[in-house]
């Protein structure tokens, strides 16, 4: 079977990575320029741990709608974006075309898409999208193919042990005042379908993972984790009173991203 048939039959499965059911949808919330979390958390986080440096070059894994492709162009490096969502890869050559190259393609086989070569990178980042991609190990290992020796690979993916989907939530304790987080499974890899939103044709699906598979896959295909940051909620509690300095307090202890950055160790 060649490698756009494999493709084709990705797409198709019950539990497809692509959001191109989704891209209408995604693309309207996002808008050009990112979401609100995007642009007050998600950039400046990876932007601060990529620590691009003028000339090198980007790969940029999931890239969807490529929100982060003008800050690229701007820091006088070369970007590509991948996405197995053709719909997506046209938002993206729409709003940011000028800013860098843009390529349909499963990123668990990046050695098939035409214009990608070994080691060619100087960096690869997965932007809110590594959670969304199946089997973790073919895609961490397509990441590190991308990667000179010495590139560095940063993730950002929400936090997978306080935020899992369907499995965690906030309570109230009355008798404490305490507002709390509620993890109801963590370590067990989950699938998770997406809900279908307003304007979406189907349905595209998530995946839970530990901490330690994302640490251990990353060391599994040489690239070694130099730095983890765990970022809050931007959101302001509304209103006063105990719930609400509850509400407060328990967003500044739970977070909502977490991002990681590893150095490839060898060619």
Not at 104 to 127: I, K
Not at 189 to 218: D, E, T
Request: hydrophobic content about 40%.
């Amino acid at each position: 079977m060649n490698s756009k048939r494999r493709q084709h039959d990705k797409r198709n499965d019950k539990r497809t990575t692509s959001w191109e059911p989704l891209a209408e949808w995604y693309a309207g919330w996002v808008g050009k320029n990112g979401s609100e979390h995007h642009r007050r958390l998600a950039l400046p986080a990876v932007l601060e741990l990529l620590q691009l440096r003028p000339g090198e070059r980007l790969l940029d894994l999931g890239c969807g709608p490529a929100v982060l492709a003008p800050h690229v162009a701007e820091a006088g490096c070369h970007y590509t974006g991948v996405d197995l969502s053709e719909r997506m890869v046209g938002y993206a050559r729409k709003h940011h075309g000028r800013h860098g190259r843009f390529l349909v393609g499963d990123v668990s086989e990046l050695h098939t898409l035409p214009g990608l070569r070994a080691a060619a990178f100087d960096a690869v980042v997965f932007l809110l999208s590594v959670q969304d991609m199946e089997p973790l190990h073919q895609v961490l290992e397509a990441a590190a193919w991308a990667l000179r020796g010495g590139g560095r690979a940063v993730l950002l993916l929400t936090h997978p042990c306080f935020r899992v989907p369907r499995q965690s939530g906030w309570g109230w304790d009355e008798g404490r005042k305490l507002r709390y987080r509620r993890v109801d499974r963590y370590l067990t890899p989950l699938p998770v379908p997406l809900k279908p939103h307003p304007g979406g044709g189907g349905v595209s699906w998530s995946f839970h993972r530990p901490l330690s598979a994302y640490i251990n896959g990353l060391a599994a295909v040489g690239l070694l984790l130099e730095q983890m940051e765990e970022l809050v909620t931007y959101k302001q509690t509304q209103g006063s009173g105990a719930q609400a300095r509850a509400e407060h307090a328990a967003n500044q202890e739970f977070p909502l991203f977490l991002a990681l950055r590893a150095v490839k160790v060898h060619d």
